[in-house]
């Protein structure tokens, strides 16, 4: 089975421009993640989707950050305007069911300068 | 906001040394998962034991989870120079809506040949 796939692998960004991220899941998983992670830190959960409807996105800056999953497939990330704090690895993850297990992604390395 | 605490933050062991790393958690959960991370990669899950699990093996690895201390250790044997890496925990906490992640900070290991 293909994992998932999130492009582009890096991108370097100045601050106050806008960047997206698309991430891929694996085929059938109904719920998919964004995680971002700063330089020596765990994963921080920004958003979840169940199909193509949002289920948790407490921790997701909104006046900068948005997020689609317009037909329950893949799934697109957006920063603007992005600024230096922003900089860290974007973790897209899938699940298929309850209970199942999670995959991640490469993940997606921003750097905002 | 991050569930868990990973003990010791860094760890560095010579070849064939055992490591063992620790993991407390604040709330009430459905499981608790492990998973490695190399330096610039994505997450790999290594292991999941259920709340109602007190150990679980899989090859060099061990896990134990105390639900009633809300902690958990990961016990590598026999460590190899592969097993350099970062260890995260992560916790499926019990709420009324989807599953979730949420991951510690970390403990890097490093093994030395």
């Known amino acids: 089975e293909a994992g998932v796939a999130q492009s582009p692998r890096y991108k370097i960004i100045e601050k106050r421009q806008s960047v997206a991220f698309w991430c891929n899941p694996i085929s059938g998983h109904a719920t998919l993640y964004w995680y971002q992670q700063i330089l020596g830190q765990g994963p921080k959960l920004l958003i979840q989707?169940?199909?193509?409807?949002?289920?948790?996105d407490s921790q997701l800056p909104k006046d900068r950050f948005s997020a689609e999953r317009l037909k329950g497939v893949d799934s697109t990330l957006k920063i603007q305007p992005a600024k230096l704090e922003d900089s860290a690895v974007y973790l897209c993850?899938?699940?298929?069911?309850?209970?199942?297990?999670?995959?991640f992604g490469s993940g997606t390395r921003l750097t905002v300068v | 906001s991050q569930q868990g605490e990973e003990d010791p933050q860094a760890l560095s062991i010579q070849e064939g040394e055992n490591a063992t790393m620790n993991c407390s958690y604040k709330t009430s959960i459905n499981n608790l998962q492990w998973y490695r991370q190399n330096s610039g990669r994505g997450l790999v899950h290594l292991i999941l034991?259920?709340?109602?699990?007190r150990e679980k093996h899989s090859g060099r690895l061990r896990v134990t989870l105390d639900t009633s201390k809300k902690s958990s250790s990961l016990l590598i044997t026999a460590s190899r120079a592969a097993d350099t890496a970062s260890y995260f925990c992560?916790?499926?906490?019990?709420?009324?809506?989807?599953?979730?992640?949420?991951f510690g900070a970390g403990t890097r290991l490093a093994v030395h040949p």
């Open positions: 993850a899938s699940r298929g069911t309850p209970g199942g297990g999670y995959t």
């Open positions: 992560a916790t499926d906490p019990i709420s009324g809506g989807y599953n979730k992640l949420i």
């Open positions: 034991i259920r709340s109602n699990e």
């Open positions: 989707f169940q199909n193509n409807g949002v289920v948790d």
